[in-house]
């Protein structure tokens, strides 16, 4: 699910959005570049979720009109207005992100209840709301500057190398005995691959894992072994019993069970390589209290039903301490935040947006 995301109807007559995309070129309809397919992006600015002043600060102009003639074909056939199509569309694009955190969370044995949602890239901010609420989660984080998140992580990230044998050892202690050389042949290339980065020793860590899984299982489990400082002498880090004993409660996290009596064994050796990194420091910034003055006001569709009279804010006004409630909209260069009626945001010390979600509301 993208801001390009298309909108079709399948051959059932159901509407559906995605996975084809409009991509950067020619780009959803209201970039003016010649598309004509009713994209995720149209359907935001229909909605008033986006501004129709453009993104990137203006710089990108963005036409309102182009968006509703786009949506328009839809919205005859589904008999809507455009505004409650939009609405539509946007459900649909949610459940897709949904279904895909649920792949990664609640199949995993984790209940995303438990858990804040962080919120990335130029559009997460803006469907970050409405995930929260289906999956029940209650906080929502949204950094400083979700557009350019990722590429912001890679230069201050530490250096990370992998390394792998695969090799099926059946966990006994002959075994074990077996396990010893991929193992000390994983620490010899990460202490090469040192050598060649540069990493001094007291920037350096390693972690160890093995795959492991039940004999005749399709799946295997990551089980971390040992410490750091056991990884010294391999040969007594290794224990059948230790092992045997974590991999029951990784398949009890994962699975709900584990049967002590069946055979286990290893598939995968992994060894992860860190050469640790300077982490820049956080500003010292002044704190201010209440609500910051809003840059203006608009009509923005929360419901398919009307719009809401709601105040839009600059990011880059805002300071530690600042407290909106929803419904609001806050934009910046690289990126929108949609808070719902009903909803808290505030800056924490980091400059992040903290967003309660309040599930009576919206």
């Given amino acids: 699910a993208g801001?390009?995301?298309?909108?079709?109807f399948d051959r059932d007559g159901l509407l559906k959005v995605g996975p084809a995309s409009a991509g950067a070129e020619p780009g959803p309809a209201c970039y003016g570049h010649g598309g004509a397919e009713p994209t995720v992006t149209d359907?935001?600015?229909?909605?008033?979720r986006l501004s129709p002043k453009g993104l990137l600060g203006g710089a990108m102009a963005l036409e309102a009109a182009a968006a509703e003639a786009a949506l328009a074909p839809?919205?005859?056939?589904?008999?809507?207005?455009?505004?409650?199509?939009?609405?539509?569309m946007i459900g649909i694009v949610v459940a897709n992100m949904v279904r895909a955190i649920r792949v990664v969370s609640i199949e995993r044995g984790h209940d995303p209840r438990d858990y804040a949602l962080m919120a990335l890239?130029?559009?997460?901010?803006?469907?970050?709301?409405d995930v929260a609420v289906e999956l029940g989660i209650s906080e929502i984080i949204v950094p400083p500057a979700p557009g350019i998140l990722c590429a912001q992580g890679l230069v201050v990230s530490d250096l990370k190398e992998d390394f792998v044998a695969t090799a099926h050892t059946p966990l006994d202690d002959g075994g074990i005995v077996?396990?010893?050389?991929h193992v000390q042949a994983l620490l010899d290339a990460a202490e090469a691959w040192f050598a060649q980065e540069a990493v001094a020793a007291g920037r350096r860590a390693l972690r160890?894992?093995?795959?492991m899984r039940y004999v005749g299982q399709n799946f295997e489990l990551p089980v971390p072994v040992g410490d750091e400082d056991s990884l010294k002498d391999p040969s007594g880090a290794i224990?059948?019993?230790?092992?045997?004993?974590a991999f029951f409660e990784a398949h009890e996290r994962s699975y709900g069970f584990h049967n002590p009596d069946d055979a286990v064994e290893i598939v995968n050796y992994r060894l992860t390589a860190l050469g640790r990194l300077d982490r820049p420091s956080a500003p010292t910034l002044r704190k201010s209290k209440g609500a910051p003055d809003p840059v203006e006001i608009r009509a923005v569709w929360f419901t398919p039903q009307a719009p809401a009279e709601t105040p839009v804010y600059d990011r880059s006004a805002l300071a530690p301490g600042h407290e909106i409630a929803g419904p609001a909209v806050v934009e910046?260069?690289?990126?929108t935040t949609l808070v719902r009626p009903g909803d808290i945001a505030r800056v924490d010390p980091t400059l992040s947006l903290i967003i309660e979600v309040n599930h009576g509301q919206g």
């Fill in 208 to 211: 160890l894992a093995f795959d």
């Fill in 332 to 335: 910046q260069l690289d990126s």
């Fill in 178 to 181: 077996s396990a010893v050389p």
């Fill in 121 to 129: 890239g130029g559009a997460g901010p803006l469907h970050a709301a």
């Fill in 3 to 8: 801001g390009g995301s298309i909108a079709w």
């Fill in 43 to 48: 359907a935001n600015l229909v909605l008033g």
């Fill in 74 to 88: 839809i919205a005859d056939r589904l008999g809507y207005g455009v505004e409650r199509t939009a609405h539509g």
């Fill in 239 to 245: 224990r059948a019993d230790d092992l045997r004993r």
